[in-house]
């Protein structure tokens, strides 16, 4: 299996780098206000104008046609990510508009949450399972909560899955061990909060951590 490795909620030269030289494959950008991670289009575009040999993901939550012009103008990402309420018939017409791959996350808290990953069969080429936020929370994802893993211990899904929330180096072993269960040709993990020293601070030795121990883990597989 190809693991897929996603460090997200990227906003400095010095975090792109280095999850870019540590060997993520895919770099995620957030815009959506609220976050404390929030970049403009033009602070996206300059932080991946030297990126090489990794996926930008534009992240973004319920935006409109207007916004997501101005992000995939500017930015030129390789693959939109709707992380917000977005249902079948939106995906189709984002994808349909860009041209991009689509990545859809999906809110879980308990096994009849899995049930909703059927509506995105045959549209979205990614699936992002997240926790649901805790309550309170105005941010969709990167709460550092995760859901209860071995709901996904049985998943057959035709789409590929990235496991995501509350992913730090301590858990990441049994985050593969879930993810490496399901059925799926391509699997991968979303990490944001996971490595940062405060909301959208993000620790640049974390990183280099975390994704040593992803290598070091992909090697042993």
Request: glycine letters at 6%; one cysteine or more.
């Amino acid at each position: 299996m190809n693991a897929l490795v996603k460090i997200c909620g990227l906003s400095t030269p010095e975090s792109v780098r280095a999850a870019q030289c540590g060997g993520a494959t895919h770099l995620g950008f957030i815009f959506f206000e609220k976050s404390p991670r929030n970049v403009t289009p033009k602070q996206a575009a300059r932080l991946v104008q030297d990126a090489s040999d990794v996926k930008t993901v534009a992240v973004t939550v319920n935006a409109d046609d207007t916004f997501l012009d101005d992000i995939v103008m500017a930015m030129k990402p390789d693959i939109l990510q709707l992380h917000g309420s977005e249902n079948r018939a939106r995906l189709a017409e984002v994808k349909q508009r860009y041209q991009l791959p689509i990545m859809k996350a999906l809110a879980i808290r308990d096994a009849a949450d899995l049930d909703k990953i059927s509506a995105y069969e045959g549209v979205a080429d990614l699936l992002l399972l997240d926790a649901k936020p805790p309550q309170g929370s105005d941010l969709p994802g990167g709460n550092g909560v995760s859901f209860d893993w071995s709901l996904i211990a049985s998943l057959s899904s035709n789409t590929p899955i990235l496991l995501s929330g509350g992913l730090d180096q301590s858990n990441l072993n049994l985050a593969f061990d879930y993810v490496q269960n399901t059925q799926n040709d391509l699997i991968g993990i979303d990490v944001s909060s996971g490595v940062e020293n405060a909301p959208g601070v993000k620790d640049i030795l974390k990183i280099e951590k975390f994704l040593a121990a992803c290598h070091h883990r992909k090697i042993k597989d």
